[in-house]
């Protein structure tokens, strides 16, 4: 049977993220999210719901949530979900589910300024590809140059001369450029369903 385990979710942070290292110094973020629901009961009232996870995040997307996310923020967060177990300090097994991220995305402003908010100019975001994983679309192919319309200067008076001739275009010229779908060419992440 196939297993499948995504997670996307989009909330703003409930505290400022808390960055550590590991033995390998490798930077670990660990961050909450509260997730926000607004829905219509039976009786026509309007309730709000807030979902809170943990999140934790490694290497330099450790760095960068750090350097530009603080409480309140909001962010688009995707990853796997996992099962932590551990033994607390009395003695007991405690357990907890935690997103693994694998991918994120600010939104929101840079510095959480409004549009048109006076002050300082908060600290920009920074570029993010949206997913390094997908193959970039191949080159376009250069194109011919057209052949001279009537701006051509007229034949030398004297024998007629003969028509200029414009070099026929490339074998390969009808074959459109690979795409990312052929099947000769890597597809990139197999995705597993």
């Not at 996310?69 to 796997?80: T, Y």
């Amino acid at each position: 049977m196939a297993n499948y385990n995504k997670v996307i979710l989009v909330g703003n942070l409930t505290r400022d993220p808390q960055l550590s290292y590991l033995p390998s110094q490798t930077p670990v973020v660990e961050f909450g999210l509260a997730i926000n629901r607004r829905w219509r009961s039976q009786d026509g009232t309007q309730r709000d719901e807030t979902c809170y996870i943990d999140c934790r995040a490694f290497a330099r997307q450790a760095e960068t949530i750090n350097q530009y996310l603080s409480k309140g923020r909001p962010i688009l967060v995707e990853g796997r979900l996992e099962f932590d177990t551990w033994e607390g300090r009395d003695g007991t097994r405690r357990s907890k589910h935690r997103v693994f991220v694998e991918r994120f995305q600010f939104l929101g402003t840079p510095g959480g300024a409004r549009a048109g908010a006076p002050g300082g100019a908060p600290a920009p975001y920074p570029s993010q590809a949206p997913y390094p994983s997908q193959p970039s679309p191949p080159p376009a192919r250069p194109q011919a140059a057209p052949p001279p319309g009537p701006q051509a200067s007229p034949p030398p008076p004297g024998p007629q001369a003969a028509p200029s001739q414009v070099p026929p275009p490339p074998a390969d010229a009808d074959e459109s450029p690979p795409s990312a779908y052929d099947e000769d060419q890597p597809s990139g992440e197999d995705i597993p369903f």
